[in-house]
């Protein structure tokens, strides 16, 4: 049966190729290659760390007018757009995060090298997921309606997915707003590279965890309580017991990302924290490393504390950010979908597991992947981030061909 399923498929794959709307829009991401990079390159210049998207937001509201399609900022700050010539409802989503961790201080931090190669801070994540929404909704525009449609198309340029934005705007899109309720699939498009399809959503925990003291001079209060020992006590506890739990083949891991804390080298600091990253494949396995955590920061509090002769520490541990996991069965339609085109194209994707908006619609049993856009790319959440729009338009494809499928499947109808 399986393999009778898999040939049906590409059948499939083959017909959709052949729709006039199709091939007219995969003629069109070739043709206006020169067009989308310079829509990349405008969008990566415009600033939008996590919880400040709103000028690139925008920008992309104005953007999608301008192609046809009826757009609007919901309650969060995202975009969201229809392509007019698509049903109304129910819909297949197409998204891209609108944020970065890093941003340009001036646009020219973002340049164009030669060989047309682009560098700077956002530019692989997410300027290469945003710049296809734009092709997407371009080409649409452009182009005859896709034929025998069940299914509507939405385009959702979503705020809050780096760090501590904690999914908010996929999250707001899924749970509170009206279109999201009508969504029946999820291609959210993070990043350029083809070779994964991200299916399992990565559950992860945030904790910002904080000593605080009296503080004093470094030679005349010696002895009081140090919140920065403190820290230091509890972070060495933590990675001597989860160091061993998270050793291969485990499916965890940590990242202390952020530690602060004092005013000066002779003053005994006030307060001191940490920022902590957990993570796993399964919710057993964040439960027990926030446990560990937890028991660490008890334990590396009443060591300072008894180690000090005067002024004691008190620590606090608070969450700043969870991530729901969930998984795509290998027999749901857009897996098989995209699969099938994948190797219509000749493209040979392995299945992962990673942090992604996905992660909203997987933890609510909705059928949702994460890919790449197409081109390549490296250097991500670092200023030397780069780009390269080579072979951009396959990936752009894949992405046509994969709705294309989803948008004729009578069954995703309600």
């Not at 047309?116 to 525009?141: F, K, T, Y």
């Not at 707001?172 to 994964?196: I, K, Y």
């Not at 559950?203 to 605080?212: C, G, I, K």
């Not at 399964?282 to 920061?297: H, N, R």
Request: with cysteine; charged share 20%.
């Amino acid at each position: 049966m399986a393999g009778t399923s898999q040939k049906t498929d590409e059948r499939s794959v083959g017909e959709a190729a052949g729709l006039p709307g199709v091939r007219e829009c995969c003629r069109w991401y070739t043709d206006h290659k020169s067009w989308i990079n310079e829509q990349h390159l405008q969008i990566c210049r415009i600033p939008a760390p996590t919880f400040f998207e709103q000028e690139r937001a925008e920008w992309f509201l104005r953007r999608f007018q301008e192609l046809g399609c009826e757009a609007r900022l919901d309650g969060a700050g995202n975009v969201v757009a229809r392509p007019r010539k698509a049903p109304q409802e129910p819909c297949v989503v197409v998204s891209a995060h609108l944020d970065t961790v890093l941003a340009p201080r001036v646009p020219e931090e973002i340049a164009v090298e030669a060989g047309g190669r682009l560098r700077g801070p956002g530019v692989s994540d997410n300027g290469a997921g945003l710049a296809a929404l734009v092709a997407i909704a371009a080409s649409l525009d452009a182009s005859p309606a896709i034929e025998d449609l069940h299914c509507g198309l939405l385009l959702l340029a979503n705020v809050c997915e780096e760090g501590e934005g904690n999914l908010s705007g996929m999250r707001h899109f899924c749970e509170s707003s009206p279109d999201g309720r009508l969504a029946r699939a999820f291609l959210v498009l993070d990043g350029p590279a083809t070779d994964h399809i991200t299916c399992s959503a990565l559950e992860s925990r945030r904790f910002e965890v904080s000593f605080t003291g009296t503080g004093g001079h470094s030679w005349s209060d010696f002895g009081t309580g140090n919140p920065v020992h403190g820290l230091a006590r509890a972070i060495a506890l933590f990675l001597d017991q989860a160091g061993a739990k998270c050793q291969p083949p485990s499916r965890s891991s940590f990242n202390f990302g952020v530690l602060e804390g004092g005013s000066n080298v002779n003053a005994i600091p006030s307060w001191a924290r940490a920022k902590v990253d957990l993570r796993s494949e399964t919710s057993k396995g964040v439960e027990e490393l926030a446990a560990i955590l937890a028991a660490a920061v008890e334990q590396g509090e009443e060591a300072e504390n008894a180690a000090a002769t005067g002024g004691r520490v008190v620590a606090s541990r608070r969450l700043i950010g969870s991530r729901p996991g969930g998984s795509l069965p290998e027999k749901a339609p857009l897996l098989r979908y995209l699969k099938s085109v994948d190797g219509y194209l000749g493209l040979k994707a392995r299945n992962n597991s990673a942090s992604t908006d996905a992660n909203i619609p997987l933890s609510k049993e909705l059928q949702a992947v994460s890919i790449g856009a197409g081109g390549s790319g490296g250097g991500a959440h670092t200023a030397a981030e780069w780009f390269h729009p080579g072979a951009r338009d396959l990936g752009l494809k894949r992405i046509l061909l994969t709705l294309a499928l989803l948008m004729r499947d009578a069954a995703l109808a309600p």
